[in-house]
């Protein structure tokens, strides 16, 4: 168990003057009595009891400075506080009631900002309003939080927690959008930025409109005061982190919170699912708000955030993200995720890949959780470790809020280039040089025509063209390299007779991915045989997305999902390059009909493929259907996986473990079944040989969301504790 640090502030009972500027306010807030330990969080908090006369008056007189004494980790540290106008006095706060929208006065919200003495790098942030007082001290892996109870009103706790104990959570991505050209000006509006006096080493300016639904409403008690308070000390972290590692502040322009539950935002829909409809209200009602990115915040799990795109800043369709936070004092690892979720989200937008790309050069940045945008590690290779902003060592390791330093250099590249803050030209002299080989015998290739171009997609943005060469022909040696590159991703667009191994099938072209963050990145390109396949999809108007399971048959190793967001499917036909071999490809949607259910097409050695086709439909049901899948797969002693044909199989109800089908993944290593319920959860159980096989892997979760969720057999002479348990997504 954490060791438990019980954490309270000082009562003040120093009497108050209108217009101070320094004040000493070191016995603000007393300890009051412990709360009840919290088992499941391993944490335990005390009640504290404030002097709300002194509250009020420091949050009336908004003084520069606070001396306060702080209580750190078990200890209390007396620091001086200055005032941070994350919330400026002129941006307007707006409250939707049921008379209509009301403004809503930040007069007296004094919010303020420091760091420990002798520990520049820590974070502290007090937000004192008439009614309420919220903080956060964040030093050394550990967070002290404060604020208003939860379950009793008028009460304040505070508690000192690891910041290993923040919540695990995921992220996502979305599509693009197009956008009349007022809404563009508008966002490109800014208060005091002359974009022509911009230089590197500046501190910057984003301007953040935030959004709050009405569960954040309800969830801070039902209070104005409240959710606008922890709305300032949520970015007013978040500013401070942004300067610290980017020179770049933050700053609150609007906020709306409402406080009626019609909010245009569905309180069944999953945050994942709220980026479409957040941006097409903004841009058709929200067009005058001055932002840079627009940001809502929900609270409907947590479950994690999404952004609107990777470098998309000031632009009309990809400067947005959803974050859904906790907010709860008492359910203290929280605050750490709301903190995280919030500087994570705005930092794709920004321009940061998550730690564990493939994209990174030399790989990831870290190995917390298997990577993503290849197989470059796979989850038997994962451990834990100290994590950063962009990473999900909130899952394995510990978090902490600073941004790697390969993420210090892209994210402030890509915000000085962006129009509406920076609008400064980016230096162009970053070389990327590298050898092509083949993948199976590390031999170089020599003579083939390789491209560059930025990455810029519906989902990546503004990634820089290069301004140099952008052919080059490997010699003899496989060598090549492009010059005149900016920090950003690449693609190295690759000849449709070879495939970039391992395949990601991460964008529309078939092209090797690469971030280029410093002055020479060097790398191997590995590559196979290839043909190219054309994938004809005849979709109905009304299909938003679709999703894929592909297996070749003949490569044990070769198991891909992939994804068809609305605009990709808008592009189709699809031109991917597949090694030779026989694939099953499995698709995905919920009530949606596949014509075939499942289609097996073969890739030749020596030409191109024959075009694939599938017809999708919406049919009439009264109610939705889907298809699930599960991959049959063998675990060997090194750890390595590979697909295992013609398993048998029971497909079960998640909750009820009653019997559905006896199943089998036959040629193509799956488990598939169409025409299930979308409003139910199966799982696969493998029948197993015991005498010669135990299953590595927990029952996988099935509905329809390729996961690429699996049933992982090992041999059963290879020692159990030996090896740990393996989660079965992959």
């Not at 031109?575 to 030749?604: C, D, N, V």
């Not at 409003?679 to 892997?697: C, G, H, K, P």
Request: net charge negative; glycine share 6%.
């Amino acid at each position: 168990m954490n060791r438990i640090s019980i954490v309270a502030l000082l009562c003040l009972g120093l009497a108050c003057s209108i217009g101070i500027q320094a004040r000493d306010a070191r016995t603000l807030i007393t300890a009051g009595q412990k709360l009840a330990a919290k088992r499941s969080e391993m944490i335990q908090g005390t009640m504290v009891n404030v002097d709300r006369e002194l509250m009020n008056s420091v949050a009336v007189n908004r003084d520069a400075e606070l001396t306060v004494t702080l209580p750190v980790d078990g200890k209390n540290e007396t620091v001086t506080l200055h005032r941070h106008d994350v919330l400026p006095l002129t941006s307007p706060v707006v409250i939707v009631t049921a008379r209509g929208p009301e403004r809503f006065s930040t007069r007296n919200i004094a919010v303020y900002r420091g760091s420990l003495p002798g520990q520049p790098l820590s974070l502290i942030s007090l937000v004192v309003t008439p009614t309420t007082i919220t903080g956060v001290i964040d030093a050394k892996g550990r967070r002290t939080l404060i604020g208003p109870s939860r379950t009793t009103k008028g009460e304040f706790v505070a508690a000192t927690i690891d910041s290993r104990d923040a919540t695990s959570k995921d992220f996502c991505h979305t599509a693009d959008f197009e956008v009349p050209s007022h809404v563009l000006n508008a966002m490109n509006e800014s208060i005091g930025k002359s974009m022509e006096r911009v230089q590197a080493n500046d501190t910057l300016v984003v301007e953040v409109a935030v959004e709050a639904d009405y569960q954040v409403f309800t969830g801070m008690n039902s209070s104005v005061e409240t959710a606008t308070a922890y709305i300032a000390q949520l970015f007013s972290v978040a500013s401070q982190v942004y300067e610290r590692d980017l020179q770049t502040k933050l700053v609150l322009s609007y906020v709306r919170v409402w406080s009626v539950a019609n909010d245009p935002y569905s309180d069944q829909a999953m945050v994942f699912s709220l980026i479409d409809p957040f941006k097409a209200y903004y841009r058709a009602n929200m067009d005058t708000v001055k932002r840079d990115i627009a940001v809502l915040l929900t609270m409907r799990g947590p479950s994690g955030g999404i952004a609107g795109s990777i470098g998309g800043l000031c632009t009309p369709s990809g400067s947005f993200a959803v974050c859904d936070l906790d907010g709860q004092v008492q359910q203290l690892p929280t605050y750490s995720w709301d903190a995280m979720v919030v500087t994570h989200e705005i930092g794709h937008v920004c321009g940061g890949l998550h730690t564990q790309s493939c994209l990174w050069p030399g790989g990831p940045l870290d190995s917390c959780i298997a990577s993503e945008d290849g197989q470059c590690v796979p989850w038997e290779e994962t451990h834990p470790a100290v994590g950063t902003i962009m990473s999900y060592c909130h899952q394995t390791g510990t978090p902490t809020l600073f941004f790697h330093p390969r993420h210090k250099v892209v994210l402030r590249s890509n915000i000085e280039a962006s129009s509406c803050v920076g609008a400064r030209s980016v230096p162009m002299t970053n070389v990327l040089r590298g050898r092509l080989l083949h993948a199976t015998t590390r031999q170089p290739i020599s003579g083939v025509t390789l491209e560059i171009a930025g990455s810029n997609e519906d989902m990546m943005m503004r990634q820089p063209e290069p301004v140099g060469n952008r052919t080059s022909i490997t010699d003899a040696d496989g060598r090549f390299q492009f010059d005149g590159l900016g920090n950003g991703l690449m693609d190295v667009i690759i000849p449709g007779n070879y495939m970039v191994v391992p395949s990601s099938w991460l964008t529309l072209v078939n092209a090797y991915h690469i971030s280029i963050s410093e002055p020479l990145t060097e790398v191997e390109v590995l590559v196979s045989n290839a043909q190219s396949v054309t994938f004809d999809l005849d979709v109905d108007s009304t299909t938003t997305a679709l999703k894929f399971i592909l297996v070749n048959e003949d490569l044990p190793g070769f198991y891909v999902s992939l994804d068809l967001p609305k605009f990709v499917i808008d592009r189709l036909p699809l031109t991917q390059s597949l090694p030779p071999g026989q694939y099953t490809l499995l698709p995905f949607a919920i009530g949606r009909k596949f014509e075939p259910e499942q289609l097996t097409f073969t890739i030749p050695a020596d030409r191109p493929a024959d075009t694939v086709r599938m017809k999708v439909t919406k049919p009439s049901t009264s109610s939705a259907l889907m298809q699930v899948a599960a991959l049959s797969l063998f675990e060997d002693e090194q750890g390595i996986r590979s697909l295992s044909p013609n398993e048998p199989g029971r497909l079960l109800d998640y909750n009820s473990r009653a019997l559905i089908n006896n199943v089998t993944s036959g040629p193509g290593s799956a488990f598939y079944k169409t025409g299930l319920s979308a409003s139910r959860y199966f799982t696969i159980v493998a029948d197993l040989d015991t005498t010669q096989f135990v299953q590595a892997s927990a029952d996988p979760f099935l509905y329809s969301n390729p996961m690429m969720d699996g049933v992982v057999k090992r041999n059963r002479s290879f020692p159990l504790v030996a090896r740990p348990y393996t989660f079965s997504m992959m």
